[in-house]
């Protein structure tokens, strides 16, 4: 992993939170490099013993967090509502979930009851 | 693999729950799962009811509680249904039946039965009168479970009087009158809870009866409740060789590659291979079968439980039979069901545990593989009908009589029958997806009713590879 | 009668832990008034044989009770109680009503029908039979008339005398099967009442909520219907409620909704990746109801599929 060029913006977080490590890096390198976002920061999120990431999506200027996990946690409400506060409270964040065969899936969460699009 | 399902589109799926009882409304309400009930099709009562199509729903009401022409859209959609609710049962006197309930023994007793609906209904107790003369006899009369009597009183073909004590025998005015009359309501109260029945069975009963099934009970609630002869839980596939079959069996594989050397397909640079006696264990078959040091199939036992008994009993066990239709079925002699169903109450029991679904595995009986549709024969000859559950056999011409040489070699083996259609082998997804044994489970979730299938695979039978 | 100047408030007949709501003007309230929908479990007798449109009795969740009579719009009544044994004279009186609404109904045939003649030919007699049969048919239509209907299903199983109009010379009427006891002299509610669900309890009529999970369950089905929610069955949606803006009758559902009973409860990945998915096919988002039991709060967390990844 240390000779991955992104390893360079996670050297700060990766040693910290060793259990959440595997699906940061999996999520920071799927931002970066398959959704092209640009304007990508790591934001260390201690409450939730993990990192988030921030960016913007291709030709858009509202930035948007990430938070990662993997399939194997166990997450919970509180959990989730954490996260949310921790990052300032944005309108919506996606959770990356992500799978040892290298599959990521993002699901937005919005608090509040936010209608589905017509 | 599934590339395209990875990405999920805002169609909603075609869900086809497989088991689920076949509807004689022809819209499937879950194309969305959001019924839509347009009840303003039902007002014309006068006229001819017809089942009525769907209606059309909006997104969202406008800020306010609705825009004026949608708060008069669903006024009028709702004073339908409150007029459909209002309509009230009646029937004919000359077509109405009537029973006493009797609360002790939680049957009711059918004093006139009329209509064809109790050709499935009711069963026959035999129960102790007092004659004119003083003596005791046994007499037969018609006893009504309360999940069947609820039914006939809520549809309105029986009128139910509830068995008093009082005796109205001799009072004027009050002839017909064989105690107090009750009204639907309180035939919900008092029979719902009596002899092992919920609202969630009487739901599915009902749900059932409305499209015509016939439902009896699978556990006998007394010993004189007739009941199905029990199925044939044996395996399937034992097949019955003759003579001269089993010996070829055992040299077979011997004879078809001595065949192969004249028939082509023969591989002259592994001409000969003794692995039957020399290289015992070097074919692949063996190869696979010592790998295989997991047991697999239903024929291995679970381990078993080290655990107490959990203290309630598990609601999983077989509460109705089903009976389609146009199954022949007999009130005295029941024939065996052609469905089994499993009721349960989804706000309360979770999902089976393994254990109990191998329970009811295990008296289910085994079904045939599924055959691929047949294709229509080019002589225009209609196509014979695919084989139900329960297959009666085939009347066919008995055979003219034969001389003594003939049977002798009949014996040894036996003659291919005559005019069978070409011999259709069961695709091996098919069999595998529809399984061997299938247990139904209704499910009920305040009042929605849904049926779901849980079916046991075989794989370890089907050489994919 | 439910609904008295004295006691506005809906009668809920609680019978096995189950309420039902047997007047259409209260099913009529507590759906326009309450925007509570409630389940119907029984046949319509008209459109006996189907089941997508099913009639009275409306079933409510426990839910449903559990905010209708906190808010004190309904109370409960001990249903099998207020059943009382009628004595031999109000017997006599149902009867004797029931006899009178026959005879009405069988004046109303003879008169249509009119008087026939002493002496006939043969021919003329099997003429006049035809005749009567006819305007016995259209006599039995129009005593219909009030509202009442007769048993005419469309199934195959209607048996074959509903089909061919009755002979002219038998006696007969509709039978009414009443479908709520309030018409009935013996029936009375007023001491088995229960205007609390603590007081339903310790009667031993009513059971919910009792644990933890329960509560939860009502206290999102309680914040939900304050935002002004119409809620159904989620079961076919994978969900605990399906959550609609408006009337369930005009409008669609926007959300599937799950109860997490406390903000620790555990919630796996699969999960959300399961509601959401099912969600985003069904055009509806997913709504995750976290419960606090400590501090009775609903707090809500919309569950959709980004659209990328």
Redesign the interface.
């Known amino acids: 992993m240390q000779a991955h060029p992104s390893y360079a913006a996670l050297a700060h977080v990766l040693p910290k939170y060793p259990r959440a490590a595997g699906s940061l890096f999996q999520a920071y390198n799927d931002i970066l490099l398959v959704q092209q976002w640009t304007d990508v920061k790591v934001i260390d999120l201690e409450g939730v013993s993990r990192a988030a990431i921030a960016g913007k999506k291709p030709s858009t200027d509202v930035t948007l967090y990430v938070v990662p996990c993997s399939l194997a946690e166990t997450l919970s409400f509180g959990w989730l509502t954490t996260a949310f506060t921790l990052l300032s409270d944005p309108a919506e964040v996606f959770l990356a979930i992500t799978s040892d065969d290298a599959s990521i899936v993002y699901y937005k969460l919005s608090r509040g009851i936010v209608k589905p699009q017509v | 693999m599934d590339d395209s399902l990875e990405q999920p589109d805002a169609k909603p799926p075609t869900v086809t729950s497989e088991g689920n009882a076949p509807e004689d409304v022809d819209q499937a309400s879950d194309d969305e799962g959001d019924v839509v009930l347009d009840w303003t099709k039902l007002v014309p009562s006068a006229a001819r009811p017809v089942i009525p199509r769907r209606g059309e729903k909006e997104f969202e009401p406008q800020p306010g509680g609705g825009s004026g022409l949608q708060l008069h859209v669903l006024d009028r959609s709702r004073n339908a249904m409150f007029e459909a609710l209002r309509a009230t049962r009646t029937i004919s006197s000359k077509a109405v039946s009537y029973a006493i309930w009797h609360p002790e023994i939680a049957r009711a007793h059918a004093t006139v039965a009329r209509g064809v609906l109790f050709t499935s209904i009711g069963h026959s107790v035999p129960r102790p009168v007092i004659t004119a003369d003083g003596a005791q006899k046994q007499h037969k009369r018609l006893e009504l479970l309360p999940e069947e009597a609820l039914y006939l009183t809520e549809r309105g073909s029986l009128f139910c009087w509830k068995a008093t004590t009082l005796d109205l025998s001799g009072v004027d005015d009050l002839e017909g009158v064989l105690g107090p009359p009750m009204s639907v309501q309180q035939a919900f109260s008092e029979m719902i809870g009596t002899e092992d029945l919920t609202l969630e069975r009487y739901q599915v009963y009902a749900y059932l009866k409305r499209l015509g099934y016939v439902v009896t009970r699978a556990a006998a609630p007394n010993s004189l409740y007739p009941m199905p002869p029990p199925f044939d839980l044996s395996p399937l596939n034992q097949k019955t060789l003759s003579i001269f079959g089993r010996i070829c069996s055992v040299f077979s594989s011997w004879i078809s590659r001595v065949l192969r050397i004249f028939t082509g397909g023969f591989d002259w640079w592994r001409p000969f291979q003794h692995s039957r006696w020399f290289l015992r264990d070097k074919n692949y078959g063996a190869v696979f079968r010592a790998l295989r040091f997991i047991p697999t199939g239903h024929g291995v036992p679970l381990l078993p439980i080290k655990a107490e008994p959990p203290v309630k009993p598990s609601p999983y066990h077989i509460f109705y039979n089903v009976y389609k239709p146009v199954t022949p079925f007999r009130k005295s002699e029941p024939c065996l069901p052609d469905y089994q169903i499993v009721v349960i109450n989804a706000r309360t029991t979770p999902m089976p545990s393994l254990r109990e679904l191998t329970d009811l595995f295990d008296i289910s009986p085994e079904m045939p593989p599924p055959l691929p549709r047949q294709r229509r024969p080019l002589n225009g000859a209609a196509p014979p009908n695919a084989r139900p559950a329960n297959a009666t056999p085939v009347q066919s011409p008995p055979p003219p009589p034969l001389s003594l040489p003939r049977r002798i070699l009949h014996w040894f083996r036996p003659p291919p029958p005559e005019n069978t259609p070409p011999a259709r082998r069961p695709h091996p997804f098919m069999a595998i997806k529809a399984g061997k044994k299938t247990v139904i489970v209704a499910v009920v979730d305040a009042g929605s009713t849904g049926f779901f299938r849980f079916g046991q695979g075989a794989f370890e039978e089907w050489a994919i590879f | 009668m439910s609904t008295e100047a004295s006691d506005p408030r809906i009668h809920l007949?609680v019978?096995?832990k189950?309420a039902?709501v047997?007047d259409?003007e209260d099913?009529?309230t507590i759906?326009?008034k309450h925007r509570l929908c409630g389940?119907?479990?029984?046949?319509?007798?008209?459109?006996?044989?189907?089941?997508?449109?099913l009639?009275?009795?409306m079933?409510l969740?426990p839910e449903e009770v559990v905010l209708l009579v906190e808010n004190g719009f309904a109370v409960l009544i001990d249903?099998?109680k207020a059943?009382i044994?009628?004595s031999?004279a109000e017997?006599?009186r149902?009867?004797?009503k029931e006899k009178e609404l026959?005879q009405f109904q069988l004046s109303q045939l003879t008169t249509a029908l009119g008087t026939s003649p002493a002496v006939m030919s043969e021919e003329a007699i099997k003429k006049r039979k035809e005749r009567e049969l006819k305007r016995q048919a259209a006599a039995a239509k129009a005593a219909?008339?009030q509202?009442?209907?007769?048993?005419?299903d469309?199934?195959?199983?209607?048996?074959s005398?509903?089909a061919a109009p009755?002979p002219a010379t038998?006696?007969?009427?509709?039978?009414?099967?009443?479908?709520?006891?309030t018409?009935?002299e013996?029936y009375n509610d007023s001491t088995c009442l229960h205007s609390s669900i603590q007081s339903a309890k310790e009667a031993g009529i009513w059971e919910y909520p009792s644990n933890l999970h329960e509560r939860a369950k009502c206290g999102v089905f309680r914040g939900l219907w304050e935002?002004g929610m119409y809620m159904g069955?989620?079961?076919?949606?994978g969900g605990d409620y399906?959550v609609y803006?408006?009337?369930?009758?005009?409008?669609?559902?926007?959300?599937s909704a799950t109860v997490?009973e406390?903000?620790?409860?555990?919630?796996?990945?699969?999960e959300?990746?399961a509601h959401?998915?099912l969600?985003?096919?069904?055009?509806?988002?997913h709504?995750?109801c976290?419960w606090d039991d400590g501090k009775k709060e609903v707090?809500?967390?919309?569950?959709?599929?980004?659209?990328?990844?």
Not at chain 3, 170 to 181: D, K, L, M, N
Not at chain 3, 245 to 255: E, M, Q
Not at chain 3, 262 to 270: A, Q, V
Not at chain 3, 299 to 309: D, N, P, R, T, V
């Open positions: 007949r019978a096995n189950k039902y047997w259409v099913i009529a759906r326009s389940v119907f479990t029984g046949t319509l007798p008209h459109l006996s044989q189907q089941n997508l449109f009639g009275v009795p079933v969740l249903d099998p059943h044994q009628p031999v017997l006599q149902w009867n004797s026959a219909e008339a509202g009442a209907l007769a048993e005419a469309s199934s195959i199983f209607t048996p005398e509903n009755p038998e006696t007969q009427y509709t039978v009414v099967i009443p479908a709520s006891s018409s009935f013996w935002q069955g989620g079961i076919k949606f399906l803006p408006g009337d369930p009758l005009r409008y669609h559902a926007h959300f997490l406390s903000p620790t409860f555990s919630l796996t990945p699969m959300i990746v959401g998915r969600g985003t096919v069904t055009k509806k988002s709504l995750l976290g707090s809500y967390l919309s569950i959709e599929w980004a659209g990328f990844g």
